[in-house]
């Protein structure tokens, strides 16, 4: 069975840190891209930030670049998303997320074949 497993989300105020992980379990995504997608209250999933499968190729969202940082470590089947300088609007469900892709086009088209994490809270409070 294979399972993606986020932690580290929690409460913190306008400017402050938090250190996302996501391990997989079941199954070795060594080759596939890694991500993260957030999902506010009332809105859409959006993309966040994705990695190649060597760590060579980081990709972020607009809102997101300077502040956050996406990272792997394949031997021990974990990716990280650092967030500093965290805003209200950073408030969401983190999802990790694993799939057959390039890392750039992880944000785009269809998510067919996406492995998901069951999501982690992050609130911002201002």
């Known amino acids: 069975q294979v399972q993606l497993v986020e932690s580290g989300g929690g409460s913190v105020q306008a400017g402050g840190s938090l250190r996302l992980s996501c391990a997989a379990s079941?199954?070795?995504?060594?080759?596939?891209?890694r991500g993260w997608f957030r999902q506010a209250s009332g809105k859409e999933r959006e993309f966040v930030a994705s990695?190649?499968?060597?760590?060579?190729?980081?990709y972020y969202a607009d809102s997101v670049k300077g502040r956050f940082t996406i990272s792997r470590d394949n031997a021990e089947n974990t990716v990280y998303l650092q967030m500093k300088s965290l805003k209200p609007e950073d408030t969401a469900v983190y999802y990790c997320?694993?799939?057959?892709?390039?890392?750039?086009?992880?944000?785009?088209?269809?998510?067919?074949?996406?492995?998901w994490g069951q999501g982690t809270q992050v609130t911002v409070s201002s």
């Open positions: 990695i190649s499968w060597s760590g060579g190729g980081t």
């Open positions: 997320a694993a799939a057959p892709r390039n890392a750039d086009m992880l944000g785009e088209g269809p998510r067919t074949g996406f492995s």
């Open positions: 079941g199954r070795t995504f060594s080759r596939y891209a």
